[in-house]
């Protein structure tokens, strides 16, 4: 079982950037596709950037081109680099795992079957 852990949140002014992590412990980390997806109050929660265990990418059509999500399998811990962000960037951030040994990139929340506590990160306009 895998535990996940985000960091990295907090409160910015449009423009700016934030970097988000997530580390990862209790299973391998490298066999699983890692995803982020965001939540804000009386919204469902949704599909933000994902990366599968072998490198496969994609994006919301939301951040694409501003955000960018990597991975570090020798540091179990993965990474969403968010850039000039906007006040609807507003939300708190998950980051998710699943499913393993799979190339392909999965955008739907009941893809992944570990999640994290969630980061807030607030955009100021």
């Known amino acids: 079982q895998v535990q996940l852990a985000e960091s990295g949140g907090g409160l910015v002014q449009a423009g700016d950037s934030l970097k988000l992590s997530c580390a990862a412990s209790g299973g391998t980390f490298s066999i699983y596709g890692m995803g982020w997806f965001r939540q804000v109050p009386g919204k469902e929660r949704e599909f933000v950037a994902t990366i599968s265990n072998s490198g496969t990418i994609y994006y919301a059509d939301s951040v694409k081109g501003r955000f960018t999500i990597s991975r570090d399998n020798a540091k179990n811990t993965g990474y969403l680099q968010m850039n000039s962000l906007k006040p609807e960037d507003t939300a708190v951030y998950y980051c998710?795992?699943?499913?393993?040994?799979?190339?392909?990139?999965?955008?739907?929340?009941?893809?992944?079957?570990?999640w994290g506590q969630g980061t807030q990160v607030t955009v100021s306009s």
């Open positions: 998710a795992a699943g499913p393993p040994y799979s190339s392909a990139a999965f955008s739907r929340v009941s893809q992944y079957a570990y």
